[in-house]
């Protein structure tokens, strides 16, 4: 059986400045930590968003976060997670509150600790929107294995940003065509679209062909001068699928 469908409408600044500042009206002596606490008390509209989607596992999640004591450098983190999924409820709830009761209370809690598990511990704020969008995206992908998708959160997280990036050129040029079909894109092209030296960026492909998320074509064709001409892979692709973020969100905060 199917959730009614319940219409959220944003009622709290969608951008992370302005929630970050809502929650910083609190008592100035307070640490910005306590602040989110409180600020996630007080605002019923929030819980009450929360509590629509808690078979995902993201309202008692969150209880968890913030009654636990987190290091300083975790703390950013997790608001920024916070306010993201936030984002994704506005953006995505009809979608959401679409799946199933049964399949939401076995997947949804998985999803929603290793989200949060992942994004305390980065070291790049820029991830926490592409980890949201691996929640999102495994949990609308009912087919998909959860194997597979906790795996996407350790591949995030196992990538720098100019790998992702890499993967993202190679895609939007290579992903409407079959793995036989794919066009190569050249080192040089790589390079230019990144704004590094060519032989930058061909290190930063052979390393993405080590894990095996870039293919060198090159490889036994005749006259062969070197890994500089690459093609994804299909994991590759997979990957950079659920990183996206879905074309029905809203306007971008």
């Not at 998320?213 to 064709?221: A, E, Q, R, T, V």
Request: hydrophobic share 40%.
């Amino acid at each position: 059986m199917t959730n009614e469908i319940i219409r959220i409408e944003p009622s709290l600044p969608l951008s992370f400045e302005e929630f970050k500042a809502r929650v910083r009206e609190s008592d100035s002596a307070k640490s910005a930590f306590d602040k989110t606490a409180e600020f996630y008390d007080r605002i019923p509209l929030f819980i009450r968003v929360l509590q629509n989607f808690d078979r995902t596992g993201l309202a008692s999640a969150i209880d968890q976060i913030l009654t636990e004591k987190q290091a300083e450098s975790e703390q950013d983190n997790i608001l920024r997670a916070i306010h993201a999924l936030y984002q994704a409820l506005c953006w995505h709830s009809q979608e959401l509150l679409r799946l199933e009761q049964s399949y939401l209370s076995q997947q949804g809690p998985m999803l929603t600790y290793s989200y949060f598990e992942h994004c305390k511990r980065t070291f790049h704020p820029s991830k926490i929107e592409l980890f949201r969008n691996v929640w999102f995206n495994g949990l609308v992908n009912v087919d998909r294995r959860p194997g597979e998708k906790s795996r996407m959160f350790d591949l995030v997280a196992s990538l720098t940003e100019e790998d992702i990036f890499t993967l993202r050129i190679i895609y939007d040029r290579q992903h409407s065509l079959a793995s036989s079909d794919r066009e190569p894109v050249h080192i040089d092209d790589i390079g230019a679209a990144l704004n590094v030296e060519s032989a930058y960026a061909q290190q930063i492909c052979v390393n993405l062909q080590a894990r095996g998320l870039l293919f060198d074509s090159g490889i036994g064709k005749w006259g062969y001068k070197g890994p500089v001409r690459f093609v994804i892979t299909d994991y590759a692709k997979l990957l950079v699928e659920y990183i996206t973020e879905p074309s029905s969100a809203g306007n971008s905060a």
